[in-house]
């Protein structure tokens, strides 16, 4: 690997890796509150909102990368909500073909994608300035990380809030479940929680 080449790769490894724990979108940065609160009541809600936030991240990030030269300042925002607001809709009917049912228990929430301030805030900070290799890295970056926080957020509400995983029954008909979990109160109580784990594991690890 020659010197040019190798710089390129690390970088792009580095904006990988920032949005999975320095960056995290949910974790560290606090953004997109909405569906972080309103569709972790279980594992498999958590999962299909965040890999279709994920997938819409990457596609936005890679459209808006490629066009960046083409793209005027005076429409830029305007241009980068129509690329994102086509990907969520593909998203949008593609959960609804595949697996009708999480979708119909999403709602809204699919088409509120939309107007993730991490999805557009992603594309006027970084894919509108940057290369497509590093766009694409750093949106797979921050869409793992959000996946990986909104599962940290589901799994825990429905271990707890239903005694299941994924829908499978994990304890015995003697387990009384905090229905509070599954409710929106729990979602708070459990993202002030991992938030306070991770600030302090942070704060640790710097000490």
Known sequence: MNQTTE????????????????ENPIFVMVLGMCPTLAVTNTAINSLA?????????????LLVSSLRKFIPDQVRIT????????????????LAAIVPKIHKELGAFIALIVVNCIILGRQEAFAGKNPV?????????????????????GVIREILGSGSLFGVQLFGS?????????LPPGG????????????????RKGS
Do not use: H
């Open 133 to 153: 290799k590093l766009a694409v890295a750093d949106a797979m970056g921050m869409g793992v990380g959000f996946l990986f926080a909104l599962m940290c957020i």
């Open 79 to 94: 241009s980068y909500i129509v690329i994102i607001a086509t990907m969520v809709t593909v998203i949008d009917f593609a």
């Open 49 to 61: 909102m965040g890999l279709a936030t994920a997938v819409v991240l990457v596609l936005s990030s």
């Open 7 to 22: 710089p390129i790769t690390n970088r792009t490894a580095e904006e990988f890796m920032k949005g999975l724990w320095k």
């Open 174 to 182: 003697k387990f009384e479940p905090w229905v509070v979990m599954v």
């Open 188 to 203: 708070f109580f459990t993202l002030g929680f991992l938030l306070l784990f991770f600030n302090w594991r942070k704060q």
